[in-house]
Structures are given as structure tokens and as C-alpha cells.
């Protein structure tokens, strides 16, 4: 087969092709030689019929080494150009093409084989680089890598370990041979293992150099990394050795031990038109799902507004698989390649595998490419999401934690007993922990949700370190006193005898880290001996009251002084730790330390003495008391019953007075949302409510201290009577705790009503601080929306939205802080601004992405108008050229020398002049494409990238105007030097022209409407004219011939070029004299021939009509066998003389007489037409006509076979003098013979030829039959050509004996 080549792009949708490179794409398949290689001719497509003609060539150094290679043009050797390639190899380069001529090399644009012609011999290097293999070298040039490439392959992989000795392998090696299949992984290289003989596995698999390089390779063993081994191989390659096995480990390698990958189902042997079916099929279906899948990745990313994270994580997910299919095709396709090679497979298909390789690795290239598109809008998505969904999770946890942190502070702040201070500490405790797992949470979460949360936590943190150091401080100053030294029966001193003028109370009234060493020492001593004193006069106090003589009062004031000191002394201690951590702190002198450790020494002496005394009075005040307990508990619950009603009463008095707590409620919410018209009234009747919640709450409190009172009595009681009476006062409590509840919201409505006041004012201002926010949200909107922002405007407009974004966001937080204790209108207040700042979020968004777009616009803006200026001054050169082509623009081709000279040296300045120009504005444009690749990806940047591949496409039809203008100067050039021959071929088109014209009546559709002696006038005169025109064609060709012989038209390309140009316009006119001499000669005998013509055709269209006829369904009835062969007898007669006729009749088409060319076309359209009939007939009777056409062509073809063994015997009978038993016979009678034979043989061989041609046609012809009617006859008619198949090889050993029987004949006679 002729070869052939395809050209085409790698080019992805957004990369500059120039006009020239696209002009050259297509297959081009051989079509002559010259200059030693062929030439290639494309062969235009649907899209490609109204382009010009393209051709492939080559070019020798005859005219310069700077203009030899492979060229592309409309012409070889002149003409447009529109690609070239300095490459000189027998075959065109698969890359390196510069488009235009004078333009860089183009990457993506190949060149690559599809048919290889036999003889045809490989040498260009450049067309397998790098491989060493033909066919090979397209995949690599433009191989495009995977993302993930890094990512190890899933497809488990199963090696085969085999012996070439078979049986006779040793029985070390015979254990071992077997598939290994894949299973797991050691030292970051996949393991695999086979069944053993005894059960046991066998394990192949791969050591590192972490025991040394003795140690390392590839191993075969019982286990994994285990003592047992059979065999080694010293390679460390991803997968096991082929070969180089030890086996035993510490042997010699065995030679005839190979483990290889089992093989594919392309590596199988099939015919190689079966194996290029299938990996044809492959790719269509992976290209196929690889562009439905991009297709529907494009929209799906291509959708505007909010864009779901399910629907990317699909489109990525789809092209992820097409990327996994197409790389296994590839992979598929490459075995196909390797397998075909092994098989010999012809070059054809080789070439074809190779295209299908390139198919496969474009649309990979496209699927990754679109995948990694893909991967950044779902990350992109994913952050967004992530965001939404960490700050929900964050106001979900915010209020949780809130609440948390502000019950632990309440309770810290009113922690006035030990039992409140340790669930004071447990709720910090709590709080803390919460507060810790969130911040632990948080950086996990999204980056602006994660800043957020950690400043909100880590400010609740702080809060829960400041409540837990208040309440360290509190539990060391002593105001929770230890229950050993405070558990004497009664309760500890209330707040109000505590020493509140003590200035040190907090530890914190001596400024310690601003005193002087000396100035810290003596107050640490002043607070010590002070603390000692008041301590002695209190332990003076008690010594004198416990003793069996002392009273009550006596006893338990002693006791109350003791408590008060110890509280001191703690407090002292506090002070003086504290003054023991400045002296180290600030490394004071060693007699200070001393001192401070003296005084905390002296103060714990006094604490145990203060703490011993206490527990001596307890001793002494217990059992005395016991009694006056007892009366108390007999007589005292009366008075606290009584008590306690007085309370309950008074409780019921304020909620009588106060009224429902709903109505109340809503007085308040009232109160806050119209307080300028019900504030003042609202809040003097909730202060009244107050005071009289207040006096209750005298009451219940003096109630709660007998009730109180009668439990302390009753504790005290003996266990017989302590249990009744711990009833009745347990039942008082439960009493007054009741009271209690019920009027503790009375004594919070005017402090609730001032927090809702302070909140409304609150929500005012962070409303306020909304609207500017929304304010200035307008004003960056309208900012953006002006056309042809600066730069000033967009980076005010982002300088504002991200003040924005920090002013919102405050106003958030504060709005979230304040929520919480929020109801009623206030709340829908809240929401309602809390909405509000959603949409104020949202805007932000939307005008942070409209400033980035901004500011790509206004990049690009700049990019593309250096661009325009760039491309503008070389679009300023075309009006240039048609400037300097002034003299040649009206057709003008012979222009005075002295004219032509000045103009011809300008054209080549100019051209110079363009070339330079071209270059420099592509050379601007690649400098603005590398800019714009600069800026981020997006919408804008690929419509700059698109204004950019418009711009490149003006500069290069620009570039190929210049070079059209070296081409054409060339030729110009050319032509001054063969004025003479061009005048004489002009005056040969003018003869033509006249000749022409003076016979308009053969060139007319007239034939059978013009008279015969008008007719005859047109041909006397046309033929005249044509006769006086031929010696001026010869005259002008005499020239032009000896121009074409001199030296300089053979070296010259251009002359060449010109002088074959002119040599083909004057053979174009010569014809069409030549082609009225002939009209003028036949016009006559034209007319009859149409008539004879048109009466064929209307009896044609006779028979056609019968054969309809004949073909028309019966219905049901079925015709018999006879009929059936008729009409088939019938129809394919009427087909042969439909077909000869229009065989006959087609030379007409082309006939020089116009009249006779029309009138014949109609007639030809008839026979179109009635063919379509006869076809539809044929359809519409085919189940009657395929087994009649079948029974007519065996009976023809046993005629046939009876004509060819009748020409046989003939034959045969002429060789009979032969067959005698003498092989050497008289000289005379030998030559006679052997004509007979010769003359029989090609007799015989004109009747072979015919029947042979006539067994082919027939068995194609009935080969679209179908049904069982046919099939009989079918296979008779193919034995039937077997047959004649036999018969002419016997005729061609007839032959040979014949020639042999000659040339013996020869020999003997010499």
C-alpha cells in the first residue's frame, strides 16, 4: 500500500495554535516524489472540501541549506507556504515543525506514520526518539503523567516461577515453581505467596539493608523475614528478580529459574486484524465514557451561584475512575503493541496501534487535566462547608460553655462555706474540662472558624482561671474554716463578724513587689506580732473560761474569739507566704530569708495553739448543753411552727400583692419595649414589689434560724427521741425552702428588668453598628460596580471589606454573648439582626471574590492592552506590502526591469522589516501569556488567554502575509528574466480567448434546438479560428521549452517553479482550442448521436417498466421456480443494459462540444434515475429474484466450466505428439506442435479470463444474499469457482511445460 501520514494537534483547549498549523492538520497519503522523497497530498475531510489544496514535500540545499527540508505548501517547491522543518530524513520528522516557516518550532504539532509502504525504510531517528522502537516514539514525546503518579498501583499482580528442565529440575528448585499471588506488604515492596506441599505457604518477598547488605534482595522462604529460606536473588528492584535466583539461598544462580508476571489477555496470540478490532473497541468506548464524563464534569463545575459539595465530589469521583480506565487502556494498548511485535504483526497494524496509543493519551491528558479542575473546586467547597459547619458547631457549643463558665463564677462568688467553695471548685472543674475539649475540638476545624473558636474559648478559659484563683484565695485567707477545728456544734461566725476592717484581709494590702527589702521586713513583722498579740489575748480569754465554773456566755464568746484569731493567723500566713516568694524571687539577702521562715515558723506555733484550745472549749461545751438542748427541742418547735406560717404568710402577701409571674413578665417585656412611655411606672411598681419581697425575705430568714435552731436541738438529742423530732423540724425546713423558692423571683424583677433595659440598649448599639456595616457594604458594591476600576479603587474596596469582615464579626460575638439571657421581643430582635449579619456575611463573600475578580480584570486589562499595542504596529505592515505590490496589484506580470528593481529590493527590505516585527510581537505576546499565567486561575484569566490566542492568530496572518510576500517576490524576481516567455503565453491565452468567442454556439446548450446550417457556420468558424491559434501555442511553447533547457531554470527553484507555471497555462489554453477544434469537427455527427443515445434510453426505460412489472407482489401466492428464474433472468438483463449503456455513455460528461455535454448529462440523470428504479424493484422482489439470480449464475457458471474444459481438451490435443512417449521430436514437427500448443493455450486463456471474471462477480454479487432459498446455490456457484480455480492452474502448468518443451526445442535444434 501507498503510505501514508497523520498530522495533528496535542494542543489542550486554552493553548495558542497558529492559523498555519491549523491549516495543515489532516492525513496525507503519498502522491509522486521530488528531490529524491515522496510527496504527501492531504486528503480532505467533510469540514476540509472548500479549503486549498495541501501538500507535504521535501527540498534539497540546491537553493541554500537555509531553504532545505520538509516543507508544507499549496505547491512543491513555490506557491503559500505554510510550515517547514530543517530535518532531512528520507521521511517527514514527527515534530520540530515551525509554523509559519518563520515562527518557532511548534510542541504540538506531530507528524507521525499511519501506512508504511513495503519497500519503505525506516532511518529518521526522529521518528521513535529515545525507544528504539518503531511506533513508539509518538507515546513518549507526548506522554502526559497521571497525578498521583506516586500512588502504588491496586491491581493485584501474580508471578509465575518456572524451570526450563521440567521433571528433571532438582527437587529444591521443583518446590518453589508455581504462581505466587499478591498478598501484603514488608519493607514497603508487595509480598506474595503459593501454596506449599505440606500446607504450608511459601513466601516471596522483599528484604531491606537493615541486616546488612548480605541480608537485603529478594527472598523465598516459609515465612516472612523467618529463618527458613530456599532461594535469594541480589536485586532490589519494585518488583522480583526475572532472574539471577540462588537456590539453595547460599548456592549458585540457576540459570534455567525465571519468574515472570503472568500474562495479559492481549499477550495471548490472536490474527492481527482481530487484535486491532479489540483495541479499537477499547478506545472508542474509553474516549467515548472519558468525554461524558468531562462533559458532565464541565457542567457541574461550570454551574454558577452555590454549588453543592455532594455534586463535585461526584464529578470528581466519575473523572477519577475515566482517569483509571483510560490509564488501563493504556496499559492494555501497550501489551497489544508488544504482543503484535513478538507476532511479526505488519507495519499497518503497528501504525495503527501507535495512533490509538496517541488517542488514549489525549484524552488521559484532557480527563487529568479536568480532574485536577475538579480537585480544586471540591477542595475549595470543602472549606466553605467546613467553615458553615464548624461555626454552627461553634454557637451550638459557645451557649453550652457560656452557661457552664457563668455557673461556676456564681457559684465561686457565692461561696461563703466549705461546701459551697468544693461545688464551687467541682463546677469549675467542669467548666474547665468542657472548655479544654473544645479547644482541642477547634484545631480540627476550618482556619477562620478555628481562629474564631480558639479566641472564644481561650476566653473562657481565662474566666475559668480567674474564678478558680478568686476561690484559692478565699479558701486561704481563712474564711472556710477546717472541720476538725470548726466542728464544735454551732455555726462558724457569720460574715459580719468577721474582722472587715483588716486591710489585709485579701493578702493583698501590702504592696509587696514594690516595697524595699527593709520597708517589706518590718511590715511582715508588724502583721506577725499584731496576729500574735490579739492570739495571746484570745488564748488568755479562753484559759480563763474553760473551767467547770464558767457560764455559757462565757464559754462560747471565748470560743467565738478563738475562731476569729485563727482566721487572723491564716491570713497572716497568707501574707507572709507571699513575702516568702518576693524575697526569693527577688534573691534578697539570706537574714531576710531567715526572718521570713522565723515568722511563718511563729505563726504556725500560734495556729496550733489557737487550734488546740478550740477543741479543749468543744470538749467542755458539749455535755453541759446537752439538757438545755432537750428543753429547747420540747419547747421550741411551737414557736418555730408559728414562725414558720408567719413566713409562708408573708410569701403569699408579696405574690398576692405582685400578681401572676406570666403577667408579670409580660409588664416587664412591656416595660422594656415601650420604656419612654410605661419605663418609670413599670420600675417604681417593680421596686415596690422589691421592698416587700425584701421584708418577706426578714422573715423567712429570722423563721429559717429558729428552724435551724430546733435541728441543731434535735441532733443533740438521745437517739430514742432524736428521730421525732428531726421529723417535724425536716418538715419545717422542706416548709421554708418552699417559701423560699417562691419568692426568690419576686426579688430579681427589677434586676432583670434593668438587665433587659441594659440589653435592649445593648442591642441598640450593636444594631447601630450593623447598619454602618451595612452602609459601607453599599458603598464597596457600588464601587465595584463601576466599569474599568484602578488600582486605588479595588484595593480601597478590599481594604474595606476586610474592615468590614472584623466589624461584623465583633458585632457577632458581642450579639452571641448577649443572646443568652434574652426573651420575648428582645429575642426576636436579636434574631432578627442576627439574620442580618448572615446576609452581611454572605455579601462579604460574594465582594471579596467580585474585588479579587476586580483585580484580575484590571491585570489582565493592562496585560492585554500591551498586547494590543504590540499586535497593533505589526497590523500596520500589511497596508505596507500592498504599498510595495502597487506595480503587480491590477494582474500586471511583465513590469519594466527599471520599475520592477527599486520595487522588488523594497518588498525584500519589507519583508525583513515583517519577519522582525512578527517575531518581536510574538515574542511581546509570550512575555504577556507568562504574565497572565500569573494570575490566579478563573473566568477572567481565560477570557485574557482567549483575547491572547486571537491576538497570536492576527500576528500570525500577518507573519504569513510577510511570507506570502517572499514567495511572491521570488517569483517576481523570476519572471523578469522570461519576459519573452510570459508576452508569448499571454498572447497564447488571448487566442484562446478569441477562439472562443467566435464560437459561442458549440459552448451553448443548443443541441437539439440549433439548426443544422447555423451548426455548421459555428463549426466552420470555430474550427478557423482554432487552426490560426495553434501556431502561436507552438511558437510560445518552443519558447518556453528552451527556456526550461537552459542551466538556470534547473538550478533555480523559483525559475522553475514559474516557468511549469506558465507551462501549465499555456497547456490549458492549448486544450481548449484543441478542445473546440475537436467540438468544430464533431458538432455535425452530434446531433445524431443524442438521438441515437436518447431512443437507447427510452428503451431503457421500456424495459425498466417490464422489470417493475414483473417484480410486482402476487400477495400470498408464491411464484413457481421457472417464474422466479425469468424475472430474475429479466431483471439482470435490464441491469447489464442499464449499466453498459451508462458505462458507454459517461465519456460524454467530458465532451469539448458544450451543446452535446449538457444535453448528454440530462441523459445520464435518467439513467440515475432509472437505476434508483430498477434498484427499488429489485428490493421490493428480492425474496424471489436472490434465488433466481442465484439458480441463473450456477447454471452460467456450469456453462462457463463446460467452456473451460472444452478449451482444455483442445489444448491438451494439441500437445499430443507430446504425450507419445517422446519428449524430443523432429525439429519440424516439434515447432509445429509447440504453436498448436501455444495457440490452444491462448485460447484457452482469453475463455479462462472471462469465466474467472465472471465466478468473481457473481459470488460477490450473491455473498449479500440471504435465506435459505439461496444458500444451496451459494455454495454450488463457490465450488463451482474452486473448480475453475483447479482448471486454471492446470492451464498454467500447460504452459510451463510448453515453454520448457520450447526452449528443449531451442536447445536441440542448436
Partial sequence: PKSSFVVYSTAGKFEVVPPSAKAILGEYVEDGTNHGRRVYRRLKSAEQKGLPEVLMFFWDARDGKDLSGWWFGDKVGGGKVLARSLASGNMPPQKGWRCPVDGPPQKHILCVPKVRAKEEEVEDEEMTPNTGKRGRGIA???????????????????????????????????????????????????????PGADGNPIWLYYWDFRDGRENSGWWLGETVGGDKVYGRAEQHGNVPAAKGWKIPFDGGVKSDVTLVLKGHDEEVEMPEEERLEKATQMVRGAEAEAEKAIETAQSVLATQGDVFEEGVRAAFDLLQAQVNVLQKAKGSLLRHSTAAKKQHASEEVEAE??????????????????????????????????EVRDAKAIEEKLATLLEAVAQAELATDEATTDAAAAKARGLIKVAQHAVKAALETARHFAPEASTLATKEYTSLRDRCAAAEERLAMWEGSGMAVEADAMDLGTEGPHDGDAEDGDDTANGKAIDIPFLPEAELMKRLSIKVVDAEVKAKE?????????NDESDDKEVEKSMRALQENLISIRRAQKVVTDGAAEVEKRSMSTSSVDAVAALAARLEVVKARLGQELVKGKRMSKQPRRKEFQSQAEDGIPGALLAVTEAEAAVESVAAEAGDMEWRRTQLETGVEFASQYGAEIRKVLTDTEAAADAAQATVTAARALVDEQLRAAQQLPEAEKEASLAEVTALRQRMVDAQRRLNPFKRMRTEFDQQMHAKQELEDISRKMEEVESEGERVVATLAAPSLSEDEIAGAEESVKQMKVNLSNVMRQLAQRDKNLGGSLRDRSVSIQGRGNELSSLLLELKARATKERQRLGSRVILQKAERAVAQVESLPGRIKAVEALWADGTEVVPEAKAKPALEAADELAVEVDEAVQSAKDSLLERLVELKRLPKGEVSLEAAATLQQMQARVDKVGLRGS?????????????????????????????????????????????????????????????????????????????????????????????????????????AESQVQGLLTASQNAIGNKTTLKEQAKRVAALQEAVAEAELLTLPLGDERPSDEAGDAMAEKVEAVQQQLAAWCASAEPFRKDPHGGMRAAMCRLLEKGAQLQTQLDAAKVSARGQLEPGLCRIFVRRGREQLKRMDAAMAKAEQAEGPFLKGEEVLEPALSAKTIKACEEAA?????????????????????????????????????????????????????????????????????
Avoid: W
Fill in 538 to 546: 484570745a488564748l488568755e480569754m479562753s484559759q480563763a473560761a474553760f
Fill in 140 to 194: 513518549s514525546a507526548v506522554a502526559v503523567d497521571a497525578p498521583h503518579s506516586k500512588r502504588r498501583n491496586t491491581q493485584e499482580q501474580t508471578f509465575i516461577l518456572s524451570s526450563t528442565l521440567g521433571e528433571e529440575a532438582p527437587e529444591a528448585t521443583r518446590r518453589l515453581v508455581g504462581e505466587y499471588s499478591q498478598s501484603g506488604n514488608n519493607h514497603g515492596k508487595r509480598t506474595f505467596q503459593k
Fill in 964 to 1068: 506570502q510576500l517572499k514567495v511572491d517576490t521570488s517569483a517576481r524576481r523570476a519572471r523578469l528574466s522570461i519576459p519573452e516567455v510570459i508576452q508569448a503565453v499571454i498572447a497564447a491565452e488571448g487566442k484562446a480567448k478569441q477562439a472562443m468567442e467566435a464560437a459561442p454556439a458549440l459552448a451553448e446548450d443548443n443541441l437539439e434546438s440549433i439548426s443544422s446550417e447555423k451548426l455548421k457556420k459555428a463549426c466552420e468558424d470555430g474550427a478557423a479560428v482554432a487552426k490560426k491559434a495553434l501556431p502561436t501555442f507552438a511558437e510560445a511553447r518552443k519558447a518556453l521549452e528552451a527556456r526550461q533547457r537552459e542551466p538556470k531554470a534547473r538550478s533555480s527553484p523559483s525559475l522553475s517553479t514559474e516557468l511549469s507555471r506558465l507551462a501549465a497555462r499555456l497547456g490549458a
Fill in 353 to 386: 496501534l501507535g495512533l490509538l496509543e496517541e488517542r488514549v493519551q489525549a484524552a488521559l491528558g484532557s480527563a487529568i487535566q479536568e480532574m485536577e479542575k475538579a480537585k480544586e473546586k471540591l477542595d475549595k467547597v470543602e472549606m466553605e462547608m467546613s
Fill in 1242 to 1310: 491462448g485460447a484457452a486463456q482469453k475463455i479462462f479470463d472471462e469465466s474467472l471474471g465472471f465466478f468473481s462477480s457473481k459470488c460477490s454479487q450473491v455473498s449479500a444474499f440471504s435465506g435459505d432459498d439461496c444458500s444451496k446455490s451459494i455454495e454450488e456457484l463457490q465450488q463451482l469457482a474452486k473448480r475453475a480455480g483447479a482448471s486454471m492452474q492446470k492451464l498454467k502448468q500447460f504452459r510451463a511445460d510448453t515453454e520448457g518443451r520450447k526452449s528443449k526445442a531451442v536447445k536441440v535444434k542448436a
